[in-house]
């Protein structure tokens, strides 16, 4: 159980191009969506968490202009990254959490390289 | 602010031989901690935590930690490595009480030498 979904694994385009990432939780409700970037140093960096229904809070220094966020239910979230830029690349990890559950459980990552 | 230290960038131990991965961490209050690992190119998994009761804690594919509220650490261990160990490791913390952020560690490489 608690199975997380994330597509594409991988994506290649062009500098200033729009980019969505796509979170499902097939198993269980997910309350709350978590996106993270991490870096070659390995380091999770945070970038917003999301609550079905409502906006997501993005932590400081993350660009909510840019990383646009949306979790329409409680299956699916989406981080969208607009007009990319090399400096974007990178490995995009969201996960989820149900109901009444500590435990995160975590898609398999996005790796996306803008050329 | 809360933090979690993984003082080993990498631990190298051979096929067999007893496995401890390090982490301190620091919360006020009661922690919540957990252990994930991942695999190359792909997501964290869950591998325990502890809550609250027992400071031994058993999690998947025979690995367990062990809660030490005086020393503040949560070690992850086996007690015989496999290759398939092989793996980056990451201790997280949270503050007890309700759904709190989650810190991650900075991930500790293990490499199981055949």
């Known amino acids: 159980g608690a199975v997380v979904s994330q597509h594409p694994s991988r994506v290649i385009c062009k500098s200033g191009t729009s980019v969505k990432i796509e979170c499902r939780s097939l198993d269980f409700q997910a309350t709350t969506m978590f996106w993270y970037r991490q870096f070659p140093k390995k380091s999770l960096m945070l970038m917003a968490t999301?609550?079905?229904?409502?906006?997501?809070?993005?932590e400081q220094g993350v660009e909510k202009d840019k990383f646009l966020i949306n979790h329409a239910s409680l299956t699916l979230s989406t981080l969208t990254v607009t007009s990319a830029h090399p400096e974007d690349s990178s490995f995009y990890i969201c996960s989820a959490r149900g109901t009444g559950e500590l435990t995160q459980h975590f898609g398999d990552g996005t790796r996306l390289s803008i050329l | 602010a809360q933090s979690v230290a993984q003082p080993e960038d990498q631990v190298n131990v051979a096929e067999g031989n007893p496995l401890t991965v390090k982490c301190t961490y620091s919360?006020?209050?009661?922690?919540?901690l957990f252990w994930y690992v991942q695999y190359p190119n792909r997501g964290l998994q869950f591998l325990l935590k502890?809550?609250?009761?027992?400071?031994l804690v058993k999690g998947s594919y025979g690995f367990e930690a062990e809660f030490n509220k005086s020393q503040t650490s949560f070690h992850l261990k086996k007690p015989s490595a496999l290759v398939s160990d092989s793996a980056l490791y990451f201790c997280a913390v949270s503050r007890s009480g309700g759904y709190q952020k989650v810190t991650f560690g900075t991930g500790t490489k293990l490499q199981v030498i055949p």
């Open positions: 502890y809550i609250t009761g027992d400071n």
């Open positions: 919360v006020s209050g009661n922690p919540y």
């Open positions: 999301s609550n079905e229904g409502s906006k997501a809070t993005y």
